[in-house]
Nanobody, 121 residues
Framework: QVQLVESGGGLVQAGGSLRLSCAAS????????MGWYRQAPGKQRELVAR???????NYADSVKGRFNISGDNVKKTVYLQINSLKPEDTAVYYC???????????????WGQGTQVTVSS
């Protein structure tokens, strides 16, 4: 079993900052990448940012320059520093991990329970 536990969401004023964390635990043979998606009410879930085990990152265009993702392979933890928050950043943020649970299984994605980020104007 693999568990992803997120923390760091909350209510913040526009222009403020938050730091989200997500720790993966359980049976993990190899971690390929971790990242964050978000889903606002009435909208589809979208990729926010992703970091590979090698340190490569990619971001949604809407968050470039404001969000910074980093990962700790030893701790199997991913962080998302969110700056200059806008009301349109309001959403449930979901952590995910792309990993192998053993050398004999296929890679798969695992998801956290989500953490609410609300930005007031």
């Amino acid at each position: 079993q693999v568990q992803l536990v997120e923390s760091g969401g909350g209510l913040v004023q526009a222009g403020g900052s938050l730091r989200l964390s997500c720790a993966a635990s359980g049976s993990i043979f190899r971690l390929n990448a971790m990242g964050w998606y978000r889903q606002a009410p009435g909208k589809q879930r979208e990729l926010v940012a992703r970091v590979t085990s090698g340190g490569s990152t990619n971001y949604a265009d809407s968050v470039k320059g404001r969000f910074n993702i980093s990962g700790d392979n030893v701790k199997k933890t991913v962080y998302l520093q969110i700056n200059s928050l806008k009301p349109e950043d309001t959403a449930v943020y979901y952590c995910y991990a792309d990993l192998f649970v053993s050398r004999w299984t296929r890679r798969d994605d695992y998801w956290g329970q989500g953490t609410q980020v609300t930005v007031s104007s």
